[in-house]
């Protein structure tokens, strides 16, 4: 063996433990900002409305349906490390979804300006302040394996589901699609065998939603029906193209049921590819959107006319 091997290897070593170093540096300040963070978001003046619904949720793990609960069980799944973080878990969940949205849109090209519309945006702000779980399907455009990806899109459909046809498209032929859909297929027998047939007690959970007049509170953004055909083409358009942004549009589209903070996921990818103008009249339609249906100023300009 050549000697000058080892001499390498001897003088690359320190260069490799500072690297170490470095990184393990980086992460604990990672880590501590992100602890700082969590702490400080957990004391908001707003009341984390829907993480408090999903506590209660999860304090019951294997019996979620006893309450409004409409996802997937293998959300719980997922949500239950956040849980234990006790009396601190409302900022611990405000710092993953900052977090998620945040690589997602780095991840996407979003840099600068862009990123600063993005985190000042309303639906980002009432997405922290509420504490709703959009970041799992948003997490799922983070992961390579997007099998795993489209069991997160499923814990909220209407934010992105039909992204799924884009990724089945680039999934390379029918072998491609049935590998794609083996983790979701996996979850959903495991699910079967826990809980039972839950699909029923879930959609059981909607149509009472739906009675006591979900779909009209004040805070849903919905265009249903009316956007039905543009969702359809652009379904249509996701397949053809490949493209995961026209999978969003069409989902909330197609959806009767779509809050303002919803629409975080759809922002996030509209940036890596909107130009400066279009990001801007977004942000300002979403606040304008903002004013209308959460403070009142539709209902007092409706009197007014009246």
Same mark, same amino acid.
């Given at each position: ?18 690297? =170490?170093?470095?990184? &393990?540096?980086?992460? *604990? #300040?990672?880590?501590?900002? /992100?602890?700082? +963070?969590? !702490?400080?978001? $957990? ?64 991840? =996407?090209?979003?840099? &600068?300006?862009?990123? *600063? #519309?993005?985190?000042?945006? /309303?639906?980002? +702000?009432? !997405?922290?302040? $509420? ?176």
């Amino acid at each position: 063996m050549n000697p000058s091997t080892f001499a390498n290897t001897s003088s690359l070593t320190p260069r490799a433990n500072a690297a =170490r170093w470095k990184q &393990g540096w980086a992460w *604990a #300040l990672v880590l501590t900002v /992100a602890l700082a +963070l969590a !702490l400080a978001l $957990n004391h908001l003046p707003f009341t984390a409305v829907d993480w408090l619904l999903y506590e209660k949720t999860l304090a019951h793990p294997l019996d979620p349906y006893r309450f409004d609960f409409f996802n997937p069980p293998w959300t719980v799944w997922f949500l239950l490390p956040l849980g234990w973080a006790s009396s601190y878990s409302v900022g611990a969940v405000r710092v993953v979804m900052l977090a998620v949205f945040v690589r997602l849109a780095y991840s =996407r090209g979003v840099r &600068g300006v862009n990123l *600063a #519309l993005l985190a000042s945006s /309303a639906p980002l +702000l009432f !997405l922290v302040a $509420n504490g709703n779980i959009d970041f799992l399907p948003a997490l799922g455009f983070l992961l390579a394996d997007k099998g795993s990806g489209l069991a997160l899109l499923l814990v909220k459909p209407q934010t992105g589901i039909f992204a799924a046809l884009a990724w089945m498209r680039r999934a390379g032929g029918w072998r491609g699609v049935v590998r794609m859909l083996l983790p979701t297929l996996g979850l959903f027998a495991l699910s079967l065998l826990l809980y039972g047939w839950w699909p029923a007690r879930a959609i059981g959970n909607v149509l009472r939603m739906q009675g006591v007049g979900l779909p009209n509170v004040a805070w849903n953004t919905s265009v249903f029906p009316w956007g039905v055909p543009l969702g359809l083409y652009l379904a249509w358009r996701a397949w053809r193209n490949a493209d995961e942004f026209h999978g969003v549009t069409a989902s909330l589209l197609l959806s009767p049921y779509t809050p303002l903070y919803s629409l975080t996921l759809w922002y996030t990818l509209f940036l890596g590819r909107a130009r400066r103008w279009q990001a801007v009249l977004a942000w300002l339609i979403f606040w304008l959107v903002y004013a209308w249906h959460y403070l009142g100023v539709g209902a007092w300009l409706l009197n007014r006319i009246s």
